[in-house]
């Protein structure tokens, strides 16, 4: 049982927005621990799409968005692209846990 | 170009330790923190701690205190993560990863090693 809790799969038609959450609570993502988000294709290392909850690295398409509220988070992927299908994961910190990092259990983004 | 490069794939019994490195290039090792996750075969990621290159500060996740060391070794440029008593639920492949921004452990990763692959077996 991760402590951020995601969706196991979302899906979408191209060119429809999906949005995917991941919730915590308050010794982390309410604690004020920034939330990034990584995107991973089958026998790839993660590649960061989100961090600071908002902000993308440079070559990250902004049809990607991070928001967070309270002690969730939400990833949104506009315009989708058959390219997206992937694994998507959140990743925070906890104090409860001395500082330790965490991530979500990961969700299956199909494009239908 | 920013890289990190990681050591070759790794064969160990239950009961042995294991050594990865991941070299640093394109960049000071001491400026960012350098993270280490693992993901077991069909299953996600899973954080084990980090550590400050600058001055070997470490923060292991709880699953992990007893049985893991993080060091570095600026003048090489290289992290290592050690792991004790390997156990077959220990198979996984391992990343290192560098902070995005300099000066904490808890910003995003924005740079990986490409996977080093441990097998525990008898």
């Known amino acids: 049982q991760s402590v951020l809790t995601q969706p196991p799969s979302v899906s979408g038609a191209p060119g429809q927005r999906v949005t995917i959450s991941c919730t915590g609570s308050?010794?982390?993502?309410?604690?004020?621990?920034?939330v990034h988000w990584y995107q991973q294709f089958p026998g790839t290392a993660p590649k960061l799409l989100i961090y600071g909850n908002t902000n993308r690295p440079s070559g990250v398409p902004d049809r990607f968005s991070g928001s967070k509220s309270g002690t969730s988070a939400s990833l949104a992927i506009a315009g989708l692209q058959a390219e997206d299908e992937a694994n998507y994961y959140c990743?925070?910190?906890?104090?409860?846990?001395?500082?330790?990092?965490?991530f979500g259990g990961g969700t299956k983004l199909t494009v239908l | 170009q920013v890289q990190l490069v990681q050591s070759g794939a790794e064969v160990k019994k239950p009961g042995a330790s294991v050594k990865v490195s991941c070299k640093a290039s394109g960049y000071t090792l001491t400026d960012h923190y350098i993270h280490w996750v693992r993901q077991a075969p069909g299953q996600g990621l899973e954080w084990m701690g980090w550590i400050n290159p600058n001055n070997g500060g470490t923060n292991y996740a709880e699953k992990f205190q007893d049985w893991v060391t993080m060091t570095s070794d600026a003048s090489i440029s290289t992290a290592y993560m050690d792991l004790r008593n390997l156990r077959s639920g220990d198979t996984a492949l391992y990343y290192c990863?560098?902070?995005?921004?300099?000066?904490?452990?808890?910003?995003?990763?924005?740079?990986w090693g490409q996977g080093t692959p441990v097998t525990v077996s008898s």
């Open positions: 990863a560098r902070t995005i921004l300099q000066g904490a452990g808890t910003y995003g990763l924005d740079v």
């Open positions: 308050s010794s982390n993502i309410g604690a004020g621990y920034d």
């Open positions: 990743h925070s910190h906890d104090s409860s846990l001395g500082g330790s990092g965490v």
